[in-house]
Structure formats: C-alpha cells, structure tokens
C-alpha cells in the first residue's frame, strides 16, 4: 500500500459548478472512484467516514474523488433549483475532468440516496461504469421522499401548526411552491424526479459488478426482502452483485460524530 497522495479541492464543471475533493495517488492511478454522497444532513453526517475511506483508496493507488451534488454543501446554487439533471451533469463533468487527467477505468460509489443517483445516472450510459459500491442504497426514491416529509409533518405537530399529509406536501411542491424541510428548501422538480426513481425498475445492466454494504442489526447477513428482490431483478439483467452486511453504529442517522469500524473493513475487503 502507497502513503502518498495528495488532497485537492476543486470546483469542477462550469454550467452547474459542483465542489469536489480530490485523493491524488502518486502514479498512474488504479482507478477512479467517484462518490456520489447522501441527501440533506446525512450528506453531512458521513462525510467523516467518507473522507476516512477516501484517504484509504487513495493510500491503496486509487483516484478518489467526492462531490457535492450542486446545490448542496459548499456547490454553487440553491437546493430548490437542482435537479437529478443538473445532477447527472456533476458526475459527467467530474468524469470527464478525471478521465483527461488519467485515462483508467471509472468506479462510481453511492451512499444512500448517491446509490440510487448512482443507478439511474448509468441507466443511459451502461459502458461508463466498472464497478459500482453502494453503501446503504436506497431502492426507492418515492418511499425516501415520504419519509424525509413526514420530518416536517412531526415538526408542525410539535409546534401545534395546522396539519399536513405528505399528499398535501407533494401537491404544494407541484404548484411550485418551496418546501422547507428540516431546514433544507425543497423545489417541486426535484421531488418529483426522485418520486420516480425505483431501483427496482432499473432493468438495464448498469456496471460490470456491483458490491452491495447494508446495514445488519442483528449480524445475520441476511438482506431484508426489499433488498433481496431488487439484487435479483438486478441480476436478471445481468449484473454481477456482491451483497455484504456489515454492523456497527448508522452512519448517517446519528447526529453526533462517530465511525463505523465494520463498514471500513467490509469495504476495504470488497476486492474493488
């Protein structure tokens, strides 16, 4: 294992410029590995184990490089004015700018809501991705949603405002309206592009093999019935999945900072 690298912070593309941070090995790098992050304050609650994992792909000959989707963290723009997109743009412009540096192939890594991001972007661009990690995916953009609305729908109950249901919070975006929710202003548009998402419907083969890391709470290793059903229609379409569980606290639940020893070594021994 190298311990040189370098760490270097860009803003990469000039239509939606998106923030990113760049592990340089010394050398001709393995690979690029791009990670594609979590939505709201999960994003913000992992990026210390990311950085963790990061730094360790770096120090093993990997490119790394992790991206704040525009319009999030410290990108250019407003979270109500993105879209999945201008998403998708962030992650082409980021390819492109690390391909013209070292033509070597391309690994995509996603957590949580960056897994489904991950998945659909390769939807339409089947020959751009070897290998796809995937930290706690979500497989459904529509039940994500629901959940992260019922977040204000509980704030509005603890401050005794008017109640509202999440049909009446999807209607609202619809008009055009802008949603606050747990503190992040949410558009219309972008809602309803990620009520559409199901990995379950991704039919096509998006990468030539896909690692899989979920969260077990009881060290079974057994996916939940959700899980199982989407890898095998994934693998019906022909993708290789590695599914691996792993233990410890979840990362992008808890509001205080800590790491998860587990996650790290599940990865770290998933052979990318």
Not at 125 to 132: G, M, W
Not at 139 to 153: A, E
Request: with cysteine; aromatic share 8%; hydrophobic share 40%.
């Amino acid at each position: 294992m190298t311990t040189n690298f370098s760490v270097e912070p860009a803003f990469v593309g000039n239509t939606y410029p998106a923030f990113a941070v760049h592990y340089r090995p010394a050398g001709i790098p393995r690979a690029h590995i791009i990670y594609l992050p979590p939505f709201a304050e999960e994003m913000n609650r992992c990026r210390a184990i990311v950085a963790e994992q990061a730094r360790w792909f770096a120090q093993s000959g990997f490119s790394c490089a992790t991206v704040d989707f525009y319009g999030t963290g410290e990108s250019f723009g407003e979270l109500r004015d993105a879209t999945i997109p201008i998403w998708h743009h962030n992650i082409s412009d980021l390819i492109t700018s690390l391909t013209d540096q070292s033509d070597v192939p391309v690994y995509l890594w996603g957590c949580r809501l960056g897994a489904l991001i991950a998945m659909d972007y390769l939807q339409s661009r089947t020959k751009t991705c070897q290998k796809l990690l995937l930290w706690q995916p979500v497989v459904s953009g529509k039940l994500f949603v629901t959940q992260m609305l019922r977040q204000r729908i509980a704030a509005l109950m603890e401050r005794g405002a008017p109640p509202e249901t999440t049909t009446d919070i999807r209607t609202r975006l619809a008009g055009g309206e802008t949603i606050e929710v747990a503190g992040y202003s949410l558009g219309g548009e972008l809602i309803s592009q990620l009520d559409q998402l199901d990995m379950a419907g991704m039919g096509d083969r998006v990468a030539d093999a896909i690692i899989w890391l979920e969260h077990s709470m009881d060290g079974s290793g057994t996916p939940n019935p959700k899980t199982a059903s989407t890898i095998a229609l994934l693998e019906q379409a022909g993708t290789n999945v590695t599914y691996h569980s792993f233990t410890g606290p979840p990362i992008w639940q808890l509001h205080e900072r800590d790491t998860c020893v587990s996650l790290l070594a599940s990865t770290q021994a998933a052979g990318l």
